[in-house]
């Protein structure tokens, strides 16, 4: 491994818990390491260390441009996903504690994001020879909300419990020192006390969180027991307590299996072994070329354009034989689409290097500027036609669109997914005064176009389409923020307040990206709408309500303007307009 000095960059005074202080401890042993308090980033040497990594410690700070390579192991996106999406492309290789957290940012164009679980220090987080007096333990802080609501329960339930907070040494005696360690994640969250628990040896008895990667670590019923309500945690307590040897059974291999695949160093050996392979590619090796509509000579790292897109894959048919993806990149999507069903796959992408590597998938890659090329499809040829974040490239995506439709069977589908302009995180920082392009993601400084959901639908309907099914992949911080089901409380968002906002807007704020599926419409049945403009010497007023016709009117329209003896110009401008 060529990595043999790092920088380690958290602070340890505000918190002195926080996970870099395990994660400099197992680096040690694996490298030299000198720890960089953010507040003196700015003086770190250059060009002595192989890596910089920054361990997220909660707090918000500004580190210089140039510290590089530099990675990044951000621990908490189930609390504040915004954050960490606008921090994130500052950085050469992005880890996350929460598989979800990788998902969402891998969405928003961060390629390097990869899943990187919390784990635990067996220096610290061990089993201690002591004996078992109390029933359960929680150590931690006690949010409102579902954990208060349970802990309050289980201590009605079972007296001989511990709630409190202790840190390092005096944490694992308790742990040691409990039957049982309960759980309960604050979002969706695998925390840390997973792993300190089980790295203490008691039966943990945590809150299911399969849908984020939890099966993927520890088994139920092998390594550690789930619950889903109240009544059920309150059970499972119950019974285990009374069954020792099978407790303690479970106990023993969730902590042998912490200690055999879980721990800081297993971690610091996975950030090193992906840093060592960044920086043994060369920088020559990035793309050719620039994606669409993009005017910046800057190319993009082969990771933009290397994404499976199952959001889009799950809304083609699987019916369709005939498949066009437009700015297919590398050709992940295409090759799902080949696996999954009995399919021809054509593919345009701009970017050479990305459809060199499309042409090993699809059956056909044409390379180019899509609003510039002269294409060898005929009416008719297509049963479902992909624009994967491409519209928003664009400087006329209407004019796209109706080309595809031209390209579409009758029954054919087209598949669109856009990001909205909308979303919480532009209108906050619009609110501060910034509009800051980004390499990639809701701001990507290639892109000509932005859309919120009605500027979505208006442009579909000019382009000739009906937009069957409008979907969005939302923010993590989504369902914590607007109820389901209910009356709607005064939406918050930071320091905005947008009053009791219907649910279906208040989605709109926390709507990542859309995803469109959308079919021909059929010639409009009814006429013309015949709009009339009475004037008489307001050749400004004239201008703008023609202007806002042009702008806001989609239904077929003819103008007729009465102009009664104008002397200021008006006949002149309006024989001046083309027919």
């Given at each position: 491994?060529?990595i043999?000095r790092?920088?380690?960059?958290f602070?340890?005074?505000?918190?002195?818990?926080t996970?870099?202080?395990y994660?400099r401890?197992?680096?040690?042993?694996?490298?030299?390491?000198?720890?960089?308090?953010p507040?003196?980033?700015?003086?770190?040497?250059?060009?002595?260390?192989?890596?910089?990594?920054?361990?997220?410690?909660?707090?918000?700070?500004q580190l210089p441009?140039?510290?590089?390579?530099?990675?990044?192991?951000?621990?908490?996106?189930h609390?504040?996903?915004?954050?960490?999406?606008?921090?994130?492309?500052?950085?050469?290789?992005?880890?996350?504690?929460?598989?979800?957290?990788?998902?969402?940012?891998?969405?928003a164009?961060?390629?390097?994001?990869?899943?990187?679980?919390?784990?635990?220090?067996p220096?610290?987080?061990?089993?201690?020879?002591?004996?078992?007096t109390?029933?359960?333990?929680?150590?931690g802080h006690?949010?409102?909300?579902?954990r208060?609501?349970?802990l309050?329960r289980m201590?009605?339930?079972?007296?001989?419990?511990?709630?409190?907070?202790?840190?390092?040494?005096?944490?694992?005696r308790?742990?040691?020192?409990?039957?049982?360690?309960?759980?309960?994640?604050i979002?969706?969250?695998?925390?840390?006390?997973?792993?300190?628990?089980?790295?203490?040896?008691?039966?943990?008895?945590?809150?299911?969180?399969?849908?984020?990667?939890?099966e993927?670590?520890?088994?139920?019923?092998?390594?550690?027991?789930?619950?889903?309500?109240?009544?059920?945690?309150?059970?499972k307590?119950?019974?285990?307590?009374?069954?020792e040897?099978l407790?303690e059974?479970?106990?023993?291999?969730?902590?042998?299996?912490?200690?055999?695949?879980?721990?800081?160093?297993?971690?610091?050996?996975?950030?090193?072994?992906?840093?060592?392979?960044?920086?043994?590619r060369?920088?020559?090796?990035?793309?050719?070329?620039?994606?669409?509509?993009s005017?910046?000579?800057?190319?993009?790292d082969?990771?933009?354009?290397?994404?499976?897109r199952?959001?889009?894959l799950?809304?083609?048919?699987?019916?369709?034989?005939?498949?066009?993806?437009?700015?297919?990149?590398?050709?992940?999507?295409?090759?799902?689409?080949k696996r999954?069903?009995?399919?021809?796959?054509?593919g345009?992408?701009?970017?050479?290097?990305?459809?060199?590597?499309?042409?090993?998938s699809?059956?056909?890659?044409?390379?180019?500027?899509?609003e510039?090329?002269?294409?060898?499809?005929?009416?008719?040829s297509f049963?479902?036609?992909?624009?994967?974040?491409?519209?928003?490239?664009l400087?006329?995506?209407?004019?796209?669109?109706?080309?595809?439709?031209?390209?579409l069977?009758?029954?054919?589908?087209?598949?669109?997914?856009?990001?909205?302009v909308?979303?919480?995180?532009v209108?906050?920082a619009?609110?501060?005064?910034?509009w800051?392009?980004?390499s990639?993601?809701l701001?990507?400084?290639?892109h000509?176009?932005?859309?919120?959901?009605?500027?979505?639908e208006?442009l579909?309907?000019?382009?000739?389409?009906?937009?069957?099914?409008?979907?969005?992949?939302?923010?993590p911080d989504?369902?914590?923020?607007?109820?389901?089901?209910?009356e709607?409380?005064?939406?918050y968002?930071?320091?905005?307040?947008?009053?009791?906002?219907?649910?279906?807007e208040?989605?709109?704020?926390?709507?990542?990206?859309?995803?469109?599926?959308?079919?021909?419409?059929?010639?409009?049945?009814?006429?013309?709408?015949?709009i009339?403009?009475?004037?008489?010497?307001?050749?400004?007023?004239?201008?703008?309500?023609?202007?806002?016709i042009?702008?806001l009117?989609?239904?077929?329209y003819?103008?007729?303007?009465?102009?009664?003896?104008?002397?200021?110009?008006?006949?002149?401008?309006?024989?001046?307009?083309?027919e």
């Amino acid at each position: 491994m060529s990595i043999s000095r790092v920088a380690i960059i958290f602070d340890d005074q505000v918190r002195p818990d926080t996970t870099g202080v395990y994660c400099r401890r197992a680096l040690e042993s694996l490298a030299t390491v000198d720890h960089v308090s953010p507040a003196t980033a700015s003086a770190v040497s250059r060009g002595v260390y192989d890596l910089y990594l920054v361990i997220d410690d909660g707090l918000e700070y500004q580190l210089p441009a140039d510290l590089h390579p530099i990675a990044w192991w951000a621990i908490d996106t189930h609390l504040n996903f915004d954050r960490y999406a606008a921090q994130a492309p500052a950085f050469d290789l992005v880890f996350t504690a929460q598989r979800d957290g990788a998902e969402q940012l891998r969405r928003a164009g961060i390629g390097t994001a990869t899943w990187l679980p919390l784990a635990c220090d067996p220096t610290i987080h061990r089993k201690h020879s002591v004996e078992k007096t109390l029933d359960v333990a929680f150590v931690g802080h006690v949010f409102p909300g579902p954990r208060a609501d349970l802990l309050k329960r289980m201590q009605e339930r079972f007296p001989n419990s511990f709630v409190g907070e202790r840190y390092f040494d005096e944490m694992a005696r308790t742990y040691s020192a409990s039957r049982i360690v309960f759980n309960r994640s604050i979002r969706n969250d695998v925390n840390m006390r997973v792993f300190e628990a089980v790295g203490c040896g008691s039966l943990l008895l945590t809150n299911g969180l399969k849908d984020n990667g939890q099966e993927e670590l520890f088994r139920e019923g092998v390594h550690l027991v789930t619950y889903g309500d109240a009544e059920e945690l309150l059970d499972k307590i119950a019974f285990y307590l009374k069954d020792e040897e099978l407790r303690e059974r479970i106990a023993l291999a969730g902590h042998r299996e912490a200690l055999a695949r879980h721990t800081y160093r297993h971690r610091m050996e996975a950030i090193l072994r992906q840093a060592d392979a960044m920086l043994s590619r060369t920088t020559a090796q990035v793309p050719e070329g620039v994606p669409f509509g993009s005017t910046d000579s800057a190319p993009r790292d082969r990771s933009y354009f290397e994404f499976d897109r199952p959001e889009l894959l799950g809304l083609v048919p699987k019916t369709a034989s005939k498949i066009l993806d437009i700015g297919c990149g590398a050709g992940r999507l295409g090759a799902s689409l080949k696996r999954r069903q009995s399919a021809e796959v054509t593919g345009i992408e701009q970017d050479k290097s990305a459809s060199s590597l499309a042409a090993k998938s699809l059956d056909q890659v044409l390379v180019g500027d899509i609003e510039k090329m002269e294409l060898p499809f005929n009416a008719r040829s297509f049963d479902a036609i992909i624009c994967g974040d491409v519209l928003e490239h664009l400087l006329d995506p209407a004019r796209l669109l109706r080309r595809a439709r031209e390209w579409l069977k009758p029954d054919g589908r087209l598949i669109a997914s856009i990001p909205n302009v909308r979303h919480h995180s532009v209108v906050l920082a619009l609110l501060e005064g910034n509009w800051t392009y980004q390499s990639a993601g809701l701001l990507d400084r290639t892109h000509r176009v932005f859309f919120t959901r009605r500027e979505i639908e208006k442009l579909f309907y000019r382009a000739g389409f009906v937009i069957e099914q409008l979907s969005f992949v939302p923010s993590p911080d989504f369902k914590a923020a607007v109820q389901q089901g209910g009356e709607l409380k005064d939406l918050y968002i930071d320091r905005l307040c947008l009053g009791k906002v219907p649910p279906k807007e208040a989605e709109e704020f926390f709507a990542y990206q859309y995803l469109v599926s959308a079919v021909r419409s059929p010639v409009p049945a009814y006429g013309l709408t015949s709009i009339v403009i009475v004037t008489c010497n307001q050749l400004s007023y004239t201008r703008q309500c023609l202007q806002s016709i042009w702008d806001l009117t989609d239904e077929p329209y003819e103008v007729i303007i009465v102009d009664n003896a104008s002397t200021d110009g008006t006949v002149e401008y309006v024989r001046s307009l083309p027919e």
